[in-house]
């Protein structure tokens, strides 16, 4: 099958040990593999999705240019706030009342009006 054509650029380079040549990595830039990492190198084109694979490649990998978030990359820890200041708890709202009867109320309203229409 022939290469894309579509004038996608290196995400990065590293020497492939399999076939002794440069390879080249690629990003995926949609669906549901988005910012997952391909190689295509001498050995053929490898789109491994595994965990793995795909933080080796990071690790291993030279980054050419700006490349998306990868999905496995560690975002940044958030800082975790201070100890939140305790508030006195809040007294749960009383729950409303349940209307008993109303479902029975409503069915023997529409089976009289049935019967006075039927007569």
Known sequence: ????????R???TAHCSACDT???FYQVKKGKRKGFLYKRCGCGCNQSAGEPQQKQWLAEMT??????????QAAE?????????????AEP?????????????L??????LT???MT
């Open 93 to 105: 709202a009383p729950e409303p009342a349940p209307r008993k009867g109303f479902a029975g109320l």
């Open 77 to 89: 820890p958030e800082p975790e706030p201070a100890e939140p200041e305790s508030e006195p708890a």
């Open 22 to 24: 440069e390879a080249t």
């Open 10 to 12: 290196p995400a990065g």
């Open 63 to 72: 980054p050419t240019e700006e490349m998306i978030p990868h999905p496995m």
């Open 107 to 112: 069915l023997l309203g529409v089976a009289g």
């Open 115 to 117: 019967a006075l229409l």
């Open 1 to 8: 099958m022939p290469a894309a054509k579509d004038g996608r």
